[in-house]
């Protein structure tokens, strides 16, 4: 089994760190070859995404990936900004299907900003469509406006686009999902302004024909986002489009107590995957070891289940946060009165001991 390890930017080298360190402790015939992605491969390649990158994660079974940016390269042209390398990964491995597990854990139900009987024992999936929508959509650029309110004046552009196969696919995905949980999908659109959500809304409504066990609910973005602070368990499944999975996947990592909690794998048609947590480098934390691993750590769970066929290893690995959540053992992102604050390195050193 072949793993690209692409620790990336900011807290990325760390958090990866400890997610390899967990694996190792596995006894598993792993092989894992690491390289630089997003700020670190520019400043290495002077690209964010470089050939030898690129193909060592297209060559592998699976990847796992840590965050990539950082506020230095926000000046640079676009094509070689770190966020690029992520993006570029997405589409050059045709990486169509985010899972976005929001989970809240027992212990932790007192870290979320919400109040206990909100989240206690909250297990929602955001399946988030991952290489469409107005992140992909062509043409986008500066010109001038030859019509709108300022015709003449300069303007920007993006293009919001989906076809047909590229909802049918990730609605087939949403609904399997649904199968193996609480049968209930909500489709996520805003079919009452734009064009291209009220075709999203048509076609999952007609891929849902062949899930009649699988009950479907739409609802406009806007509305979601409020339902997700006011009644979150009243979701199973929820499925998106690209920008609205990127916005309210970051609103639910906050159900769970932290973002530092948030897993993800985002998987192609052959099932190779990209396990990266849901948050982002975090520059501002960088290099002080405080950062929680736990989001890295729970997708190499997700790898092990999803594209390695391990999922007694993967079951080990979450019964081991399970555990240092249990003995009290929490990073600052997590921290109540009570509990043990440790940094990085302890955090991950103490899922290793729980996994024996
Ligand atoms: C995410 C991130 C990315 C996205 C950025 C880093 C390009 O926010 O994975 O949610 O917008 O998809
Ligand atoms: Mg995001």
């Known amino acids: 089994m072949k793993i690209a390890v692409l620790p990336g930017d900011g807290i990325g080298t760390e958090i990866v760190n400890e997610a390899v360190k967990v694996l190792r402790a596995l006894d598993l015939d792993l092989s894992m070859e690491q390289a ?6 520019y400043e290495l390649h002077g690209h964010p995404l470089p050939e030898s990158t690129l193909k060592l994660a297209m060559d592998a079974d699976a990847v796992l990936f840590g965050a990539v940016g950082d506020w230095k390269y926000d000046t640079l042209d676009r094509p070689l ?36 009987e909100l989240i206690a024992g909250l297990d929602i999936l955001i399946i ?3 290489t469409g929508d107005i992140y992909f959509g062509q043409p986008r650029g500066r010109r001038t406006a ?25 609605a087939h995905v949403a609904f399997q999902a ?31 024909k062949d899930y009649p066990d699988v ?10 986002a409020m339902q997700l602070v006011k009644a979150p368990k009243a979701f199973d499944v929820i499925v998106t489009g690209n920008m609205f999975g990127d916005i309210l996947s970051d609103e639910a990592s906050m159900l769970t107590g932290s973002i530092g909690m948030l897993p993800s794998a985002s998987l192609n048609a052959k099932g190779q995957g990209l396990y990266e ?15 929680n691993p736990l989001a890295t750590i729970l997708s190499a769970a997700m790898m092990l289940r999803f594209s390695l ?20 053992l929490r990073t600052p992102d997590i921290y109540s009165e009570g509990t043990t604050k440790v940094g990085t390195a302890q955090m991950g050193d103490a899922v290793v001991a729980a996994l024996m």
């Open 277 to 291: 947590p849901s948050h982002g480098s975090a520059p501002d934390i960088a290099g002080k070891g405080v950062a």
């Open 178 to 208: 649904a199968r193996k949980r609480r049968q209930k999908v909500t489709s996520v659109d805003k079919a009452n302004v734009l064009e291209t959500f009220q075709f999203w809304k048509d076609v999952v409504t007609k891929v849902h």
């Open 309 to 328: 066929n391990q999922p007694e290893a993967a079951d080990r690995i979450e019964a081991a946060v399970q555990k240092v959540l249990a003995q009290g």
């Open 81 to 116: 900004r770190p966020e690029q390398a992520i993006l570029g990964l997405r589409k050059h491995m045709g990486l169509f299907a985010n899972f976005r597990p929001a989970i809240c854990y027992e212990q932790l139900v007192g870290a979320s900003s919400l109040k206990p």
């Open 128 to 130: 988030r469509e991952l």
């Open 146 to 170: 030859v019509d709108g309110h300022f015709p003449g004046a300069e303007e920007a552009f993006d293009t919001m686009r989906y076809s047909k196969p590229e909802i049918e696919r990730i």
């Open 36 to 41: 630089p992605v997003g700020g670190a491969a």
């Open 215 to 224: 009950e479907l609910q739409h609802m406009y973005v806007d509305n979601a």
